[in-house]
């Protein structure tokens, strides 16, 4: 028998579906492929109201054995035909959870699988899932339990670098000071050291070294001072606002588009209607004085709202990933993600003169249903991301300032 290591954050042990509470159901609005045998269960139902409605609106695309069939959702209110009237799921109710597709009896979960690992995330397009996140400091603690299987996994060790890579970054996310801008700092500098290191069986006492000497600079104010001292780039700033505002336009129509269109919005009316006189440059300072306010009002003083944010996608993504990209250049990807999500909650901040933790969820659950809810679309949306890098993975910290 074989031990097999299981590890997931305090939220996914926590996580529950609200199902009818929810405020923005995941049913209805994006699309939803089903697996060979879930679209050839429903097809051939010996219950009429589920073969009929499979007939009418499944489209089957043998794209794959994963990817058989595609839901048509309903052009009315873009619900999944499968929702009954009380929002609740009809294959569920009639055939049991058994016969749910893989799609939907594992969302919001998901699971990265190694040899004698699992790591166990949830997704953020789940408003729920983003509520946890934000609302418990210990959102992001990690939990482990060992499970016995008869054989390994079929599918690589998750290789020790990696792991240990991913263990210092969300260490630097809980040292108890300074602002998250000033952890991302952190990590370059940590991530810096790490490509100098070629065994890091050997070179884990200068990981650690460089551990400890960041964390003293987190406190003591240097990394403050010196992230201080990087120059503005304006450009690239508004590259970015301007190349996630396209993104976005295009997904207003899928699930959570609508939510996210309201929030870009007064970022628009901002840049282009309210302040005529104002050059680009005066108010995005505008608006991004108003990110202190955000702070204020919606996180304690340790700021672990966006430290658990951080922590969250290091987790979810395996950062360093192994996906082609350098360390810097997946970094670049999260922190340009947060910089347009820091930036619309810091408009609505100045446009209302208030902000409340709805606001974070509704920023981040939407932000994620339309750009990350799978692979293939945030590979899109960060191969749309990476036009405006500026040719140097380093250009992430004037994103920090
Ligand atoms: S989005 Fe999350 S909370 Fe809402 S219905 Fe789906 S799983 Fe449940």
């Keep these: 028998m074989k031990n097999i290591t299981i590890t997931q954050p305090q939220f996914v042990t ?12 995941c049913c209805q609005g994006w699309n939803i492929t089903f697996d060979k045998p879930s679209v050839n269960r429903y097809l051939n139902s010996k ?27 309903s052009t009315k209110n873009s619900n999944c035909p499968f929702m009954d009237a009380a929002k609740l799921c009809s294959i569920h109710g009639i055939l049991g959870a058994e016969a749910l597709s893989t799609t939907c009896s594992t969302f919001p979960r998901t699971s990265r699988i190694y040899k004698n690992e699992i790591e166990r995330s949830l997704n953020l397009s789940c408003p729920e899932v983003t509520r946890m996140l934000v609302s418990n400091k210990d959102a992001m603690a990690l ?14 060790a998750l290789p020790l670098k990696d792991k240990i890579i991913n263990l210092f970054c969300q260490n630097i996310f809980s040292i108890p000071a300074g602002s998250v801008e000033i952890h991302i700092y952190a990590i370059v500098k940590f991530l810096m050291v790490v490509e100098k290191i070629e065994n890091i069986e050997s070179g884990i006492g200068r990981l650690e070294n460089a551990y400890h000497i960041l964390a ?6 240097k990394l403050q001072t010196e992230l201080a001292g990087i120059n503005q780039n304006y450009n690239l700033k508004s590259s970015i606002i301007s190349l996630m505002q396209t ?13 996210l269109q309201k929030y870009i919005e007064q970022l628009q009316q901002q840049l282009i209607g309210e302040n005529e006189l104002c050059s680009f440059n005066e108010i995005i300072q505008d608006i991004e004085s108003s ?6 009002k919606c996180f304690d003083h340790d700021y672990y709202v966006f430290k658990n944010y951080f922590k969250y996608k290091f987790w979810q ?35 209302n003169g208030s902000i409340e933790q709805d606001d974070i969820i ?15 679309i945030q590979q899109i949306f960060h191969q749309h991301i990476e036009k405006v890098r500026c040719g140097d993975d380093l250009s992430l910290l004037q994103l920090l300032i």
């Design 14 to 25: 926590d996580f529950k579906c609200i199902g009818e509470a929810c405020r923005e159901h």
């Design 47 to 73: 219950q009429l109201q589920i073969r009929t409605t499979a007939k009418a609106a499944i489209k089957i695309t043998k794209k794959s054995p994963a990817n058989w069939g595609e839901v048509i959702f």
């Design 143 to 156: 939990n482990q339990i060992t499970d016995i299987q008869k054989n390994f996994n079929n599918a690589p």
């Design 216 to 221: 003293d600079e987190i406190v003591n104010g």
């Design 247 to 259: 993104f976005f336009k295009e997904k207003s129509h899928t699930r959570g588009g609508g939510v």
């Design 291 to 296: 990110w202190l306010n955000v702070s204020e």
């Design 317 to 351: 993504q395996g950062f360093p990933q192994r996906n082609g990209r350098s360390m810097l250049n997946n970094l670049y990807l999260i922190v340009a993600e947060f910089y347009f999500i820091k930036i619309l909650l810091s408009t609505h901040e100045l446009v």
């Design 362 to 376: 509704d920023v981040i659950y939407s932000f994620h249903s339309t750009s990350q809810h799978n692979q293939t």
